[in-house]
């Protein structure tokens, strides 16, 4: 079956403006997840969706990044204010359940974005 | 919070060489413990979890690891590499109480020698 899939597969941008970045999960996934990898580094938690709400957003840097999944699908990570310490590769997962121990978290091959 | 402490950033390896990459966590209390794979323009692919029982896991592709609590290490190996192995490896964790949330090590950039 399909696996999870994110699109744009690359975003340019100028500092200062808004992004935003769509992420498809496996369907039937009800938990969600966000990570970002910077340059060099493996990936850091941002959000986790169970279900449409965020049961975890504590990994978000600051008030310009909000994330949304109103259906309980797909779901878009937002930008505000776009700044140049944001360029990173910013990978969205999914699972069966939120239960990550036993449930594999399935990753897409993530948005590269790029703030000029 | 967890940290994962991978050494090595690069390793490279001659075909039929055993591949070794070391992943050792900080937790007082054993975690759930990851390795995932990631090809390039690709996402990450899960190559073997521990969660409880067996120390030794076995995963995909002939990779196995070990979890030694007294070393608070994890350990991917493989006996012999395959030039198919060329990829990058993270090491990852999660702990009992929010078990979602993975911390990755920086990765380890494995190339494999004709």
């Known amino acids: 079956g399909a696996g999870v899939s994110q699109t744009p597969s690359n975003k340019v941008t100028e500092k200062g403006k808004y992004v935003e970045l769509r992420c498809d999960p496996i369907?039937?996934?009800?938990?969600l997840y966000w990570y970002r990898q910077s340059l060099g580094q493996g990936p850091e938690f941002l959000i986790y969706f169970q279900g449409t709400g965020a049961a975890d957003d504590s990994g978000l840097p600051n008030d310009r990044f909000f994330a949304v999944r109103p259906e309980g699908s797909v779901s878009t990570l937002k930008i505000q204010r776009t700044e140049r310490g944001d360029s990173a590769v910013y990978l969205c997962a999914s699972s069966s359940t939120g239960r990550g121990g036993y449930n594999e978290q399935f990753f897409g091959p993530g948005t590269r974005l790029t703030v000029l | 919070a967890q940290s994962v402490t991978q050494l090595g950033s690069h390793v490279s390896v001659s075909e039929g060489a055993l591949v070794l990459l070391r992943c050792n966590y900080s937790?007082?209390?054993?975690?759930?413990l990851f390795w995932y794979v990631q090809y390039p323009n690709q996402g990450l692919q899960l190559l073997l979890k521990y969660t409880t029982g067996a120390t030794l896991v076995k995963g995909i592709n002939g990779f196995e690891a070990e979890f030694k609590k007294s070393e608070t290490s994890f350990h991917l190996t493989k006996p012999s590499a395959h030039m198919s192995d060329a990829a990058e490896y993270f090491c990852?964790?999660?702990?009992?109480?929010?078990?979602?949330?993975?911390?990755f090590g920086a990765g380890t950039t494995v190339t494999v020698r004709a």
């Open positions: 990852a964790v999660s702990d009992l109480n929010n078990d979602y949330k993975l911390s």
């Open positions: 937790s007082s209390v054993p975690p759930y």
């Open positions: 369907s039937g996934h009800t938990a």
